[in-house]
Each structure stands twice: as C-alpha cells, then as structure tokens.
C-alpha cells in the first residue's frame, strides 16, 4: 500500500491569488491524480500528473488555471490559479501503486475556501 | 464509455440494523470494481474489490460486496451496522486502463 499526504491540510484564500497544494507518496506510485470534490458530491479528476512531462487534463480543466507538477514519482504539486469562490472545494490528491493493479490511494484532501 | 450509477443518495438505519449500498455499472468489457469509504473530513480508503475469482467479496470493518454480472451490479452489505460506520460510500468501475470512475455516493448515517 502507499502513504499519501497532502499540504496544506486547508487554507482560507482571497480571491485573485494562488495556492499551491504539494502531495507526498511515501513509496513509488504509477500513476498520480488529482480529483476536486465539491460539498456532498463525488469526486471529479482534474488531470492525470505525468512524471517529467506536462500533466494530462480532463475536459473543462486547463493548464493555465490548474497547473500541476510531478518531478518524480513521489510527488507532485497542483496549483490553483486566480481563484474565485468558485474553486472552494476539496482538492485530493491520488495515486495507484506499483503491484497492486488500479487501486488507487488517495491523500486526506485540502480543504479550499475562497472569499 | 462506462458509468457507475448509486441508486442511493442516503441511507439511514438504526444501528445493528443490516444494510445494503447499492450500486450498478455500465461497461461493455470486463470490469474491475471497487468500494471505497469516505469519513468526515479524510481522504478515500479502500473497503473492498473485486479484480476476478469469486463473486462474493469481503472487506474490512464487516463489509461484503456480490459482482453479479448478469446484472450489472455490485452492492455493498453488512449484516450489522455501527455508529462508526456513518460514512460516505462511493462504488467505482475500472476497465484495465489507469482510470477509475467515482459513482455519486451514498451517505450511511447510522442512527443510535
């Protein structure tokens, strides 16, 4: 199994500014995901983070807005860019791990609010 | 393209009552299908899966779920429920590729 963190657990944030939210695997993962899930609803993948190159978005999420890194296969960082109240939400960070073929591990989510 | 509906949005009982989730999928190749619970405030943990073999699959904390094929589904049970069990449930569907698609989600609230 793998061990996800994430940082900041939560964050109040002014609209217009950024916030950068790092996940941490603590072995080697596959795959690398980020998922927002709004209040009582499911989860929805953002983009697929690729190691070394750019991350693979889902419709309706772009790079500009959700740019996101993963230098290696331990971590990888999602920022939120020019935020509104809109992107108050959970963000979850995800991977899948080596061996144990398309169960995915999530971290315990950021918990984002916009004023 | 494959889907996963949960028919439940909330599910309520009384404590040591049985309870059973339902969810059904949609594929037209082989899944593999999972169960995932969602305390408040932490990230997803996996409660049980089915990749192959049989078709009756036990997790952790008391939970079985039954692949029936025939019938596109996948529901989750327990015989009896505890305080601690008030969660959120989400079914999910994969097909092989690295992707995996999140049902709604039910809400067990578990009532003393």
């Known amino acids: 199994s793998a061990v996800i963190s994430q940082k900041p657990s939560r964050d109040i944030c002014q609209r217009g500014t950024s916030l950068t939210i790092q996940c941490q695997v603590d072995?080697?993962?596959?795959?690398m995901f980020w998922y927002r899930q709004q209040p009582g609803q499911s989860l929805t993948l953002i983009a697929t983070?690729?190691?070394?190159?750019?991350?693979?978005?889902e419709s309706g999420f772009v790079i500009d807005k959700f740019p996101i890194s993963r230098p290696n296969l331990t971590f990888s960082t999602l920022t939120v860019s020019n935020m509104s109240p809109e992107d108050s939400s959970i963000y979850l960070c995800?991977?899948?791990?080596?061996?144990?073929?398309?169960?995915?591990?999530f971290g315990p989510g950021t918990r984002l609010t916009v004023l | 393209a494959q889907s996963v509906t949960q028919l439940d949005s909330q599910v309520p009982v009384f404590e040591e009552a049985p309870v059973e989730l339902r969810c059904n999928y949609s594929s037209s190749v082989s899944v593999y299908l999972f169960w995932y619970v969602q305390y408040p405030n932490q990230g997803l943990q996996l409660l049980l899966k089915?990749?192959?073999?049989?078709?009756l699959v036990k997790g952790i904390n008391g939970f079985e779920a039954e692949f029936n094929k025939s019938q596109t589904s996948f529901h989750l049970r327990k015989p009896s429920v505890h305080i601690s069990d008030t969660a959120e449930y989400f079914c999910a569907v994969n097909t092989g590729g690295f992707k995996t698609i999140f049902g709604a989600g039910t809400r067990l609230f578990v009532k003393a």
């Open positions: 995800s991977g899948t791990g080596q061996g144990v073929y398309n169960e995915q591990f």
């Open positions: 072995s080697q993962v596959t795959m």
């Open positions: 983070a690729n190691q070394g190159s750019e991350a693979t978005y």
């Open positions: 089915y990749l192959s073999g049989s078709t």
